[in-house]
Nanobody
C-alpha cells in the first residue's frame, strides 16, 4: 500500500510563491510517475503537472507553464511543486498522486494513489 502525503500549502498574496511537497511511502517511489492536480471550489479536479520516474519527462497544464516547476528527489521519496507568480485563480486544494508505472500522464484516472490534499489560497 502506497501512502502519499502533501504539505506546504497556505495563504499567500498574489505574486508570491509557495513550495508544495509530497512524500510517498510504502512502495518503490523511484519507479513511479507522480502528478499534481488541483480542485477549486465548484470546479472539477484538473491536472497541474506530472513527472516521470526519472524526471526526464515533465508535463504542465498550460496556465501554469513558466510559473510552476515540478521536481523529484528519489533519495527522499519526495516530489515538489514550486509555485511562483501565484494568481488568485490558483486557489484550490492541491493533490499529489502516484502512478504505479514509470511514465507520466495528464489523466487523473491513471493514477493509483492519492493524498488528502493541501489548501493553497492566493489573496488579491
Amino acid at each position: 500500500q502506497v501512502q502519499v502525503v502533501e504539505s506546504g500549502g497556505g495563504l499567500v498574496q498574489a505574486g508570491g510563491s509557495l513550495r508544495l511537497s509530497c512524500a510517498a511511502s510504502g512502495g518503490t517511489f523511484s519507479s513511479y510517475a507522480m502528478g499534481w492536480f488541483r480542485q477549486a471550489p465548484g470546479k472539477e479536479r484538473e491536472f497541474v503537472a506530472a513527472i516521470s520516474w526519472s524526471g526526464s519527462s515533465i508535463y504542465y497544464e498550460d496556465s501554469v507553464k513558466g510559473r510552476f516547476t515540478i521536481s523529484r528527489d528519489n533519495a527522499k521519496n519526495t516530489v515538489y511543486l514550486q509555485m511562483n507568480s501565484l494568481k488568485v485563480e490558483d486557489t484550490a486544494i492541491y493533490y499529489c498522486a502516484a502512478r504505479l508505472l514509470a511514465y507520466a500522464t495528464r489523466q487523473a484516472a491513471e493514477y493509483d494513489y492519492w493524498g488528502q490534499g493541501t489548501q493553497v489560497t492566493v489573496s488579491s
